[in-house]
């Protein structure tokens, strides 16, 4: 692995203007640099503004201050390539899945012989060929999910974004498709920035942990993660280095989650 | 399942229909009611037979069902611009949203008049009728279409690169079709209206001149035949557009 910054987040803050004209503080000054091919997870608990950074450092929203660089250079959507996998479920509903996987080649201005030819590889790793000429309604939840991965995967992304892209599935898909996202990761090493609210999950698949206070919300505390690669889901899971890990980090989550509480009960 | 319970639903609702028409022959072959005025589904059917035999019907359908065609192309697409543009352009929709709520509520047809003096008595006044009728319906759904596009699907575009005009024509007109669909079968009827409309105020040809000026002479025969053609050519209508539905939407459960 290089030791090269890939992303780099500078003093970001972020204030969102509510419907009757409040300002809600979300992000505080942050600072955050990820390496070439690193994978780095971003814990924190519900409301705190994991998606917002999220947002700000994929180009989807600007921050009120700060700057997001991409080697160095402001981030641009045509220069750089980069993958976003949102918290809900962006399959486009009337297109067939193929579509839907080759879209991002299909931006790009990629003759259809050839994205076609792309999308159905990438289908037929993951397990979806056959669904080629479905729409997104015929599919269950978890090969939703498998088919806005590979899409976003399709363009072969320097970075890519995900958020808590396995959160309302079960233990089971959830955890096979875990498992495939480390194979392809370990394969391609592309640079991975991965937001969940599941300590054990961040355990499992990143390289560094960065926790996220409640609002207005900065880097709270950072961990590397020293289990060895490839890994193994269902083994790491009961090694002292886990379990002491995610001991660690639960520690200090649980204040933040405390006061999170406190403060939506003052909302209400 | 299903097949069966609109089979059966069919059956009934022609029966029903029959048995209207029985009895309607029936009042008017005991002379219950004055033939004169009411006329009777015997002499409907005869004058239709001679309508089409001769040939005469023609020209008047074609005028007709076309105009109503172009109303309703030039309404569905000046509709979905304008929602387009009120769309993109805030300051657009705050200064005119209530000018267009108020033409809305205007009864179209009752400015018929106001057209043909506008645009004579030939075809364009009658096109202008039914494009204006088709418009509202669709502009408004048409805009409430767009402001209901999934945003996290435009970003998901944005972050691959694509260029404004490409999230509009894969992702906004796209999913705009349902709102539009829906509106566009009330716009049919309502295009079909205002050419008839369009017709009575002043025409020399259609289906709604026909019916005019044989209102005028009192041959209630031939307007009740102009009616049934006019039910026809809706169903047609109609029954085309939801074909067209059903394949535009077949990405829908
Ligand atoms: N578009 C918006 N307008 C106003 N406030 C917003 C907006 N988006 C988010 N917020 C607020 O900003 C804060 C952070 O939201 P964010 O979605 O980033 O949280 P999160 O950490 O991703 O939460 P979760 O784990 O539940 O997804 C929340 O208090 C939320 O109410
Ligand atoms: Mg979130």
Redesign the interface.
């Known amino acids: 692995m290089k030791d090269q910054i890939k992303l780099r987040a500078l003093d970001i803050s972020h204030y969102y203007e509510s419907k009757d004209g409040k300002l809600v503080h979300a992000l505080n000054n942050i600072n955050l640099s990820v390496k070439e091919g690193e994978f780095l997870a971003i814990v924190g608990s519900s409301g705190c503004g994991k998606s917002t950074l999220l947002h700000i450092m994929?180009?989807?929203i600007n921050p009120t201050k700060g700057q997001v660089l991409v080697s160095g250079e402001p981030l641009s959507?045509?220069k750089h390539?980069?993958?976003?996998i949102?918290q809900?479920d962006?399959l486009?509903?009337?297109?067939k899945i193929i579509d839907n996987v080759a879209?991002?080649l299909e931006?790009?201005g990629i003759q259809k012989k050839e994205r076609h030819r792309i999308a159905r590889e990438l289908m037929e790793t993951s397990g979806l060929s056959g669904f080629e000429d479905k729409?997104?309604?015929e599919l269950s939840g978890g090969m939703r999910k498998r088919a806005i991965i590979i899409r976003a995967l399709a363009?072969n992304p320097e970075i890519i974004f995900m958020d808590e892209p396995f959160g309302p599935l079960d233990v089971f898909t959830k955890e096979l498709l875990q498992d495939e996202i480390l194979k392809i990761w370990e394969e391609r090493k592309n640079t991975i920035v991965y937001i969940t609210h599941d300590i054990a999950e961040a355990i499992t698949l990143a390289d560094r942990i960065i926790l996220m206070s409640y609002r207005p919300s900065n880097i709270k505390a950072e961990y590397e993660v020293n289990l060895p690669r490839p890994r193994d889901i269902k083994e790491d899971k009961h090694s002292k280095d886990f379990v002491e890990l995610e001991k660690c980090i639960w520690e200090e989550i649980k204040n933040e989650v405390t006061k999170a509480r406190e403060e939506e009960m003052h909302s209400v | 399942m299903k097949i069966k319970e609109r089979i059966i639903g069919r059956f009934y609702s022609i029966c029903f229909i029959g048995i209207l028409l029985i009895a309607w022959q029936f009042v008017a072959n005991r002379e219950i009611i004055n033939t004169f005025n009411f006329s009777s589904p015997i002499e409907i059917i005869k004058d239709l037979i001679e309508l089409f035999k001769s040939g005469e019907i023609w020209p008047h359908i074609r005028i007709s069902f076309g105009v109503s065609l172009l109303g309703l192309l030039y309404g569905t697409i000046i509709g979905i611009f304008f929602a387009f543009l009120f769309y993109n352009f805030g300051i657009l929709s705050k200064i005119l949203d209530p000018i267009m709520v108020g033409f809305n509520g205007l009864p179209k047809l009752a400015m018929g008049p106001v057209f043909v003096v506008w645009f004579g008595i030939g075809l364009k006044a009658k096109i202008v009728m039914s494009t204006i009728t088709v418009f509202f319906p669709v502009f408004f759904n048409a805009y409430a279409g767009f402001n209901s596009t999934d945003v996290n699907l435009i970003d998901t575009l944005r972050v691959m690169g694509s260029s404004k005009f490409q999230i509009i024509k894969k992702i906004m007109l796209p999913s705009c079709i349902p709102w539009i669909t829906a509106s566009l079968r009330g716009g049919a009827g309502a295009a079909v209206t205002g050419t008839i409309v369009g017709e009575y105020l002043g025409a020399t040809r259609g289906l709604g001149w026909m019916v005019q000026s044989a209102g005028g002479v009192y041959n209630i025969t031939r307007v009740f035949s102009c009616l049934v053609i006019l039910l026809v050519l809706m169903a047609f209508i109609d029954s085309t557009l939801k074909q067209g539905e059903r394949y535009l939407l077949r990405w829908r459960q």
Do not use: D, H, L
């Open positions: 994929s180009g989807i959507f045509t390539r980069i993958g976003y949102s809900s962006t486009i509903p009337w297109r879209v991002g931006v790009r729409y997104p309604y363009t």
